[in-house]
């Protein structure tokens, strides 16, 4: 969570050199603590939970802070679609995930290492931090970034969509 917040607050101020590297930190130690967790035996239901919460968190900040850095009417518009495009597949894939672990078809049962199964869009995690790392690279393209961003993971909520509709019933 640190090293994510202050790399929205270097976004913020333009640092984007420094965001990349407290990016790249973030990333480290976002993977690290679930391993952490499962080799030293404390791996929880709480800690799992915890986890995604403030992944969420960060991806709003990140991009929050690079807006507020160079703000402008149409940079905001498009904060707010690639916002609601997170916030449309956050609702897409835990709702989708929560079915399947109540059918028994969730992460235990498919021997995933995650607290509860990730059913998969579009845009996952890797090409999450590949995007972020372009925001922070790229910042004169960042409007181009969060359209192209958003067009795919709202296409990864309707493939969820259409994957549901073909095996809840």
Known sequence: ???????????????????????????????????????????????????????????????????????????????????????????????????LEKRQHGAAARAEETTITMPNGIVGGFLTIVFFYAFLILPFWLDYLFVLMSGLVLLGVIQRLFWARRHLD
């Open 1 to 99: 969570l640190l090293f994510g917040l202050v790399t929205a607050v270097l976004a913020w101020q333009q640092l984007y050199w420094w965001a990349v590297l407290g990016w790249s930190l973030n990333r480290i130690f976002d993977g690290l603590d679930g391993v952490v967790a499962r080799l030293s035996g404390n791996q929880s239901d709480f800690g799992g939970y915890l986890d995604i919460v403030l992944d969420f968190v960060i991806y709003a900040a990140v991009p929050i802070g690079l807006v507020a850095g160079e703000p402008n009417e149409q940079r905001w518009l498009l904060l707010a679609l690639l916002l609601g495009s997170f916030y449309v597949n956050g609702v897409s894939w835990t709702y989708l995930a929560a079915i």
